[in-house]
């Protein structure tokens, strides 16, 4: 992938049918993996897809369904979209945009985005188009609403697909304007929606298993009167039994009207029902190189079709009026049982989506619409009417910031008590408690009154509310939740199941071999008189004989057993997972490291603490007018902090807010709202121009002072006032303003305003880190000056540990789990929060680059630390030692040195732990992390509990052992099944297995391991 530029690079999900095995899928990857182009392909049994990442300059997606095709299989559905459009974040955190008179350096802005995500196309189904005239009303009615770039009305299909700005108009809008003038319209849901995507997987399934239910009736038609026809009334009934002589009853020498009437009851069987066995064979052979499933009931089925064949053949060639032995029954049976037990593995497989399907189910189809008369927003004048909730809007789409004139009222929904939440939002208006239980896994209710955050697809229990959507759509919580338990079937396969890949892909050559030896030996028995008469049936020869015994070997070998013991019990798992409130993004290797961890990294703030700290304490320093430059510094401060999402930011932030000291427009917590200021919305002396903010360190800004005054600088510091009279008040000044932890300030040249009070204030630094708290220093600098900067206030913030921490900490201790603090803050502070929680290991004042390498550190410092722990410092000499010590102390010295690398999981949720998160093995993060962090996390822990890690460890042993198990089972079988159906011990037991019962031996070693996945379900929480 390194070859390819990652702007030019476009992931698509293909739905597929048709695939029975691992080699099925070894088939499309192999065939798939030759095109130029391809970047990255992962083929999902159980789901029936494949996820690809391509080039589209060099390969389109028509070539490659094309290649798909020509392997065999089916494409029944295809979406696309660019790979660096995300949907994997749960986090409501707004990342920094473009806003005028700032320039942010965090993240740049990126217009191509923003005009990506304004147009959006819409379908529409429309009934009620007679004629020409009937599309041009529709066609006018559309382009007239503000914001449709254009409208295309097909009276055809009866469909309308719709170019707009979704900025400036909804889809309930474009509904709407068609009702009015006449025709009803309802919105086609798109394939990517996650709803009807649930909708989609189930029909897929239901689907398939329609088909195969009906292929195996068809069959089950033609096996019955095969059936009777060869077992009783040719073989059962006794020979002078006259419905048994009409059926051997010779029509031409060699030809009896029984054999005749199962050979037209077996042709259409074999060639039209078995014809899918063929064709998938054949393309899997001709373009992948790879022998599958099918390959081994196409070559069993053929050889009991043709041998029947010759058998009739040569009599009737000879005009023998002998006929030998013939077996189209083998032939009509075997496929028929194959056909069943792929239906059953179908319905049981059809289990594992359950988890993913009632997600789906979990918002509703339909919602309230409060609608304000005269846009009067009053609690007396409004509307209620029932909409689709596919219908719902919202003013912020992914969280852009936009112009106001072009910005949508936010809908306001209904919510009565005992129903869900249909989107992501906030109250309105009333009070509430609700079930939050589908989507953290917590059981206890939520009390939630205006303001508060809601969450989509949890349930109102107590009282009506009216809520504001804020997330509508895909970007919901619990859509975003489907799409990462999703992604999790699609991550990179499992060390475990990258082994098994590597056993089915030579399994089937490896059976045809065995059951040609098989042959070769039974021939070999029988030729050289071996076999005994009495184990022959009547008419029978040692060639037929023989020839029983490869078919079995053929049929009864089972690589689907293979292909579906990890992803079964991978979707299972991961289902399990998400309700209790974790999202394994990474799979089936996630779920392995997790089982193989040895070392857990904590970030501390946000992650082993709260994360919503709060000052405890502050010390100003004004050389001049307290009172007067108070107001001032704190408007400084307060806007300077507003522009971060930080933990410690947002403290000080709402410091400045509480002390009254700043306008109140920037005490809310919407983001909008608080860069109003910025915006210059209201009056405000103080503008912020520019502002940097360095993950680990602090925020580095420029601000406007319009109001300064002269004495804001001790005397001594001699500011140049430009621009007006020093002696006036009203000059316009620009300052560099610094605020973050000490390493930042001393980086920057500032300083206290004084030597007394750099001493005191040092000593007030020193028992705030004694006490636990984190310091915010705050410097500024006249931006005019080349001066060192004035360290003017310091905050001390306070973290509690989260209730549960020291718990959990224990508890992965007591696992045998390596337990670590990395942080940036000072080593007191991060020593004292690590005491209460029990964490010895501390790695403090760590820059997020240093973090990642304290993580590369852990990983090369190996599985076990004895040795690290060692203090050296009380060896004062060196003892002697003898030559055998010496030897067993090299010996020792050598096995340290060939330990293995330490699998370390890293903990975070904040920007400057992107780095660490992506050099460990196992990055997780929390859902109230930053966009970036939980992009970086292979899996994601909804609640806010750290406990869940101990669940996440247990259901991962679970989740492997169960896999292994399957896959033993699966051996096993194949170890087992093959040599009874090769005939090996025919000899002492004389009993040989039916090619049709192996095949249905075959089908229910796959549905065995799909129910041993299923058992998962039974898994509690710790």
Not at 237 to 250: D, E, G, T, W, Y
Request: with cysteine; proline share 5%.
């Amino acid at each position: 992938m390194n070859n390819y530029a990652q702007k030019n690079i476009v992931k698509a999900k293909i739905e597929l049918s048709g695939l029975s095995c691992s080699s099925c899928v070894r088939s499309i990857e192999q065939n798939l993996e030759k095109l130029p182009g391809v970047v990255k392909i992962y083929v999902n049994l159980l789901l029936s897809n494949a996820t690809l990442e391509f080039d589209p300059t060099q390969i389109t997606l028509d070539r490659i369904t094309r290649a798909i095709r020509d392997a065999g299989y089916k494409v029944e559905n295809v979406n696309s979209g660019n790979n660096n459009n995300s949907s994997s974040s749960l986090s409501a955190s707004l990342p920094p945009q473009k806003i005028p008179n700032i320039n942010i350096t965090t993240m740049p802005p990126s217009t191509s985005t923003h005009s990506t995500l304004t147009m959006a196309n819409a379908r529409l189904e429309i009934t009620g188009m007679t004629c020409a005239s009937c599309v041009s009303s529709i066609q006018t009615a559309i382009e007239s609403l503000d914001g449709v770039e254009n409208a295309q009305v097909n009276l055809l299909t009866n469909e309308a697909t719709v170019k707009y700005n979704q900025h400036k108009i909804g889809t309930r809008d474009l509904v709407e304007a068609i009702t009015e003038v006449g025709f009803e319209a309802k919105i086609i849901p798109s394939t990517t929606k996650n709803n009807n995507l649930g909708n989609t997987i189930r029909e897929r399934a239901e689907r398939e298993q329609r088909r195969l239910k009906g292929r195996f009736l068809a069959s089950l038609w033609f096996a019955i009167p095969t059936f009777i026809i060869s077992m009783i009334f040719m073989t059962a009934l006794p020979i002078s039994n006259n419905v048994r002589m009409a059926f051997m009853k010779q029509l031409i020498p060699g030809l009896e009207v029984g054999t005749l009437i199962l050979f037209l009851l077996a042709t259409p069987v074999q060639f039209y029902l078995g014809g899918p066995f063929y064709v998938k064979a054949w393309k899997s052979l001709y373009y992948a190189r790879v022998a599958n499933m099918d390959t081994l009931v196409t070559i069993g089925t053929t050889i009991a079709y043709v041998g029947s064949i010759v058998n009739v053949a040569v009599p009737i060639a000879y005009k023998d009026d002998r006929p030998r032995q013939q077996f189209f029954e083998t032939s009509v049976l075997l496929i028929t049982f194959i056909l069943l037990g792929r239906w059953m593995e179908a319905k049981v497989k059809g289990k594992t989506f359950e988890t993913i399907t009632k997600l789906m189910e979990l918002q509703p189809d339909k919602t309230t619409l409060v609608k304000f008369i005269q846009n009067g927003q009053t609690d007396d004048s409004f509307t209620e009417h029932e909409i689709d909730s596919d219908l719902i809007q919202s003013k912020l789409f992914d969280h852009i910031l936009l112009d106001f004139n072009l910005a949508l009222l936010d809908d306001i929904l209904k919510v009565n008590a005992g129903g869900r939440i249909p989107c992501d939002g906030e109250i309105y208006r009333g009070t509430t408690t609700l079930d939050e239980s589908t989507i953290t896994g917590e059981s206890i209710p939520v009390s939630k009154g205006v303001g508060d955050i809601v969450i989509s697809a949890t349930v109102n229990q107590t009282s009506t509310i009216w809520i504001k959507a804020t997330r509508v759509g895909t970007d919901t919580t619990i859509s975003r939740i489907i799409n990462l338990v999703q992604e999790a079937q699609s991550s990179k396969k499992a060390p475990i199941e990258e082994f098994a890949d590597k056993i089915s892909h030579i399994f089937v050559p490896v059976v045809i071999g065995i059951a040609l030896l098989v042959f070769i030996v039974w021939v070999g028995c029988g030729g050289t008189g071996r076999i005994p008469s009495d184990w022959l049936d009547k008419d029978q020869n040692y060639v037929m004989f023989s020839l029983f015994f490869a078919i079995s070997v053929m049929v009864i070998a089972c690589p689907c057993a293979m292909g579906l013991a990890s992803p079964t019990a991978i979707m299972v798992g991961t289902g399990i997972a998400a309700k209790l409130g974790i999202l394994i993004k990474g799979g089936g290797e996630a779920i392995e490291l997790t089982n193989k961890m040895d070392v857990i990294a904590f970030d501390k703030t946000g992650t082993l603490t709260f994360g919503k700290p709060k000052v405890i304490d502050a010390n100003f320093f004004y050389p001049n007018d307290p009172l007067e430059n108070a107001r001032l510094l704190m408007r400084i401060i307060g806007l300077v902090e507003s522009s971060s999402d930080h933990p410690l930011a947002k403290a000080v932030f709402q410091y400045t807010v509480d002390q009254n000291t700043i306008d109140r427009n920037l005490s809310t917590s919407s983001y909008l709202e608080t860069v109003a200021p910025v915006l210059d919305l209201p009056s405000n002396n103080v503008t912020l121009t520019a502002v940097t903010e360095v993950p680990g360190k602090g925020l580095e800004a420029r601000v406007k002072v319009n109001l300064a005054p002269r004495n804001f600088f001790p005397a001594s510091y001699n500011p140049a006032i430009s621009d007006s009279d020093s002696n006036h008040d009203t000059t316009s000044l620009y300052y560099n303003v610094f605020i973050g932890n000490e390493r930042w300030l001393r980086d920057h040249n500032c300083m206290y305003p004084s030597p007394e009070i750099d001493q005191e204030a040092k000593n007030t630094l020193r028992n705030w880190k004694l006490s636990g708290s984190s310091i915010v220093l705050v410097g500024l600098r006249k931006s005019s000056e080349k001066k060192d900067g004035l360290i003017l206030a310091q905050f001390a913030v306070a973290d509690t540990p989260r209730p549960d921490a020291a718990k959990t900490v224990a508890v992965l201790k007591a696992r045998g789990i390596d337990i670590w603090m990395i942080t940036g803050d000072n080593p007191i502070t991060a020593k004292a929060i690590a005491a209460q929680i029990g964490i010895e290991n501390v790695l403090a004042e760590v820059s997020p680059e240093m973090k990642a390498e304290k993580v590369k550190w852990l990983q090369r410092r190996g599985a076990s630390s004895d040795n690290d722990s060692i203090d050296k410092s009380n060896v004062k000499t060196k003892p002697k030692i003898s030559r055998l010590q010496s030897w067993r102390l090299f010996k020792h010295s050598k096995s340290q040195q060939r330990r293995r690398r330490a699998v370390v999981a890293m903990i975070g949720d904040g920007i400057n732990d992107s780095p660490a998160l992506a050099q460990s093995d196992l990055p997780i993060s929390i859902a109230s992390a930053t966009d970036v962090a939980i992009e970086s996390s292979s899996i994601i822990l909804t609640r806010s509990a750290l406990s869940s890690l101990v669940t996440l460890i247990t259901l991962s042993n679970s989740i492997i052992r169960r896999i292994r198990l399957n896959f033993l089972w699966a051996y096993l079988y194949n170890i087992l099944a093959i040599p009874i159906a090769a005939g090996v011990f025919f000899p002492a037991f004389h009993f040989a297995l039916r090619p049709e019962i192996a095949g249905l031996a075959m089908a229910a070693s796959s549905i065995s391991v799909v129910l041993s996945s299923l058992w998962l379900k039974n898994f509690k929480e710790p």
